[in-house]
T-cell receptor, first 113, second 110 residues
């Protein structure tokens, strides 16, 4: 099946710094990718939809200036958490649509200290 | 709005069939039933999907009731590696978004 690769798998950063997470579709082109956030023992929550060549669409309550999304090519979307705070610590997951189903990256565990 | 209802947790003995139910009483005619699972600290993994006919693949079988208001995912011979949270999702095939409910935490017991 199709593969979506996410990098890094985990990252620890200091409060106030920015962190970039990459999501790549390895064997197919994805005009749309999705970013989710998952807190411990909770389900995945859709944060935003990343559109190649245009602005991302954010879900209600998600700060677009804090979670910067760039989808510069058909195989790469990036999520930058700016001015990170401890409450941003979470598991971030990206996905891309195949022909009939979504494929997910392995997730990135962000810890802000 | 996840539009599905699943039991919070289930246990299954290793080697036995695991039957995971899902209620989707408000499903629309053009909405498919999708199943994904998430093993701890990993991204979700696609399992199977169907519209109205029963479906089977190398991972599982999907049984959809005739009125399409509920379905059951069947893992025919559960192994310890099948321990995960299983999500039942309904969506229009052409739609991109996936909205996850709370899922069922399946624990396979040795």
């Amino acid at each position: 099946g199709a593969v979506v690769s996410q990098h890094p798998s985990w990252v620890i950063c200091k409060s106030g710094t920015s962190v970039k997470i990459e999501c790549r579709s390895l064997d197919f082109q994805a005009t749309t990718m999705f970013w989710y956030r998952q807190f411990p023992k909770q389900s995945l929550m859709l944060m935003a939809t990343s559109n190649e060549g245009s602005k991302a669409t954010y879900e209600q309550g998600v700060e677009k200036d804090k979670f910067l999304i760039n989808h510069a090519s058909l195989t790469l979307s990036t999520l930058t958490v700016t001015s990170a705070h401890p409450e941003d610590s979470s598991f971030y997951i990206c996905s891309a649509m195949g022909s009939t189903e979504a494929f997910f990256g392995q997730g990135t565990r962000l810890t802000v200290v | 709005d996840a539009k599905t209802t699943q039991p919070t947790s289930m246990d299954c003995a290793e080697g036995r069939a695991a039957n995971l139910p899902c209620n989707h009483s408000t499903i629309s005619g053009n909405e498919y039933v999708y199943w994904y699972r998430q093993i701890h600290s990993q991204g979700p993994q696609y399992i199977i999907h169907g519209l109205k006919n029963n479906e089977t693949n190398e991972m599982a079988s999907l049984i959809i009731t005739e009125d399409r208001k509920s379905s059951t995912l069947i893992l025919p011979h559960a192994t310890l590696r099948d321990t995960a949270v299983y999500y039942c999702i309904v969506r229009v095939a052409a739609a991109n978004n996936l909205f996850f409910g709370t899922g069922t935490r399946l624990t396979v017991i040795p």
